[in-house]
């Protein structure tokens, strides 16, 4: 969370284009945004509250010069959302950018007051310009008072870093969280991702844990973690300037929502051939010998790890288990080096899910990652990356990531069920042969969006809503829910169908509208009786099945949605469309920031 951005050109004026790369990392946070440049030697800023337009409306009016310069658009940590604690800080002397949080910012703060240093904001970040300072008053070079004080901060930082005048040079820092270098003619970046930096080039270079960088306009000079030059291989991205238009679309949601028949299309040609076969890279084990799979991820990627796991263990017969990343090393998760670890990230930068793929591949397990962004750090660190490749999702709400992770993750339980001999043939086939049928129906569901609209109307108007679902349907339970509550900011809960009565049972009544996800499968019947408990209580049903379903479920159902057909195994990835549709229509007759939730980034690079 928090972007950061930074260009240092041989001959033009750089504020526009770090404005743009900006726009390009807003779904990092959006609470401020600010930029500063080197206007002939001296340091010169703008900083705004709220989203990037305020800063942009203040530079149209109040221009800013200068051929090198840095920018930053922030989720709010340390200090809350005001010019003061906005990005960029700085001393007399330099002006920086900070994704991340400095745990000991209080000790250095304190440290720095007691010599005189005079600080200006809330926030952490600030402590770090003041600690730069201190050391190039010692007569230090911009390089050298980089190097040491970068070992005195403790805790996770990307950092870019300009230097009253020296109009030549950007320094970049990385620990913990991701920055990359970008290579241009006669200019070179400084950016959070390849996305950022899309505009100006696809030669990217992705810096490593405890890297820092000297870039002017001609070159990077790369020092590893123990001030040694180090050598890190250029990329070619492949990201265009293009990729992040809206299109038509209202929003990027809706857009992303409509792109999934196709996502999915493209990745099942990848991934399966034949019958029935699946074509996965290769991985760094056998499936047959590990007796445990763990999954873990964070937010809506945890929900395609929890319907995985019913993947692995009806279709695999692999006994596997799944935590939310943040809880997995705190609980004392017991590591066995011979299994499994499975890691599911959209951004491969979760700063959660990556600590507890470094806690387990620390004890000796094998991790292998379902990213979407290839050169992320999850994916640098894993053994092996199973990619999820849907395209950039610039939504906050992660809608095409979930289908795409969902679509890989039954394609390697389909795999480990075959290579363990646990799988038939002939289930095999059936699923594969469903799946080729997927992307079809997900477009009909998606062009038949009306009585979704509709319905939306009366969902926003209501305080709290349950999602309720058994076996496969659960986990889309709470994705469902989670989906409203993040952009309708209505309070939603999912609910496995069979624990209601447990509890729950007692906050429904007849203003409640309670979603139930029951298409015509193995486990309706039960799910047809708590329906019908919870009409007998006033409950208002909004019903999501098929044809048979709908036949049967009896009576007193409110409103109800009839989906194709589906196999049982699939029916999560085709009912997961019309819930992202239901919460963005919400959202809208809320009258909500779809695209910019409030409180929320999509990449979430703190603890
Ligand atoms: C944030 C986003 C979610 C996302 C989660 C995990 O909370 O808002 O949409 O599911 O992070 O992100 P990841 O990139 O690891 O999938």
Redesign the pocket.
């Known amino acids: 969370m928090c972007g950061i951005v930074g260009i240092v050109s041989e001959k033009r004026d750089v504020a526009e284009s770090l404005l743009e790369g900006l726009k390009r990392l807003e779904y990092r946070g959006y609470d401020s945004a600010g930029i500063a440049t080197l206007i002939d030697g001296k340091l010169a800023m703008r900083r705004a509250t709220g989203k990037l337009k305020a800063l942009s409306d203040k530079l149209e009016s109040d221009p800013l010069r200068g051929h090198v310069g840095i920018g930053h658009t922030r989720w709010a940590t340390h200090g809350r959302p005001s010019e003061d604690n906005a990005h960029p800080h700085s001393s007399e002397k330099v002006a920086l950018v900070h994704n991340g949080i400095i745990e000991n910012y209080r000790d250095l703060r304190h440290a720095l007051e007691a010599k005189g240093h005079v600080f200006r904001s809330e926030t952490d970040t600030e402590s770090i310009a003041h600690l730069i300072t201190d050391f190039l008053n010692m007569g230090m070079t911009p390089q050298e008072a980089t190097a040491a004080a970068l070992p005195c901060l403790d805790g996770a930082f990307a950092l870019a870093v300009l230097f009253q005048d020296h109009n030549n040079l950007l320094i970049g820092a990385r620990r913990g969280s991701p920055l990359a270098i970008g290579y241009g003619e006669g200019e070179m970046y400084l950016g959070s991702d390849a996305l950022a930096l899309a505009p100006m080039t696809n030669r990217i270079t992705y810096l490593e844990e405890g890297d820092w960088v000297e870039i002017t306009a001609e070159s990077a000079i790369i020092h590893d973690k123990h001030g040694d030059i180090a050598i890190r291989a250029i990329h070619e991205t492949g990201l265009s300037a293009l990729e992040i238009g809206k299109g038509t679309y209202r929003h990027y949601m809706l857009k992303e929502i409509f792109e999934q028949p196709v996502v999915i299309g493209d990745a099942l040609e990848t991934m399966t051939f034949g019958d029935y076969q699946i074509a996965l890279p290769d991985l760094p084990f056998d499936w047959k010998n590990i007796r445990r799979l763990s999954i873990v991820?964070?937010?809506?990627?945890y929900y395609a790890g929890m319907t995985a796991r019913y993947w692995f263990e009806q279709l695999a017969g692999l006994p596997t288990d799944f935590d939310v990343a943040s809880e997995y090393r705190y609980r004392g998760a017991l590591v066995d080096p011979s299994d499994v670890m499975i890691v599911?990230?959209?951004?491969?930068?979760?700063a959660d899910?990556l600590a507890a793929l470094r806690y387990a591949k620390e004890r000796g397990q094998k991790i292998v990652s379902v990213v979407n962004v290839q050169h992320s750090t999850i994916a640098r660190e894993s053994d092996a990356i199973v990619p999820s490749l849907c395209g950039p999702e610039i939504s906050?709400?992660?809608t095409k990531?979930f289908t795409s992770q969902l679509i890989v993750l039954l394609c390697m339980a389909l795999q480990a069920g075959e290579k363990r001999g646990f799988l038939s043939t002939d289930k095999a086939t059936e699923i594969v042969d469903a799946l080729r049928g997927l992307p079809s129906k997900m477009n009909d569901v998606l062009r038949d969006d009306n009585r979704l609209q509709e319905v939306a109307q009366n969902i926003a108007t209501t305080k709290a809503i349950f999602y309720l679902g058994r076996g496969l349907m659960y986990p889309l339970a709470l994705e469902g829910a989670l989906k409203l509550k993040?952009i309708s900011y209505i309070h939603a809960e999912g609910y496995p169908a069979g624990e209601l009565k447990h509890g729950p049972l007692a906050l429904v009544d007849e203003h409640m509208p309670v979603v139930v996800l029951a298409p015509y499968d193995s486990l309706f019947e039960k799910t047809s009786s708590n329906v019908q408990e919870i009409v007998a209580r006033g409950g208002r049903i909004h019903l999501f099945t098929d044809k048979v379903g709908h036949a049967n479920i009896g009576a007193g159902i409110t409103w109800s949605l009839v989906l194709p057909a589906i196999h049982e195994a699939i029916a999560p990835i085709l009912y997961a469309a019309p819930l992202q549709l239901l919460a963005y229509y919400t959202a809208l007759a809320k009258g909500t920031d779809v695209d910019h939730p409030r409180n929320?980034?999509?990449?979430?690079t703190v603890e």
């Open positions: 991820a964070c937010g809506t990627a599911i990230s959209q951004s491969g930068e979760t899910s906050v709400a992660s990531a993040e929320l980034a999509k990449s979430v």
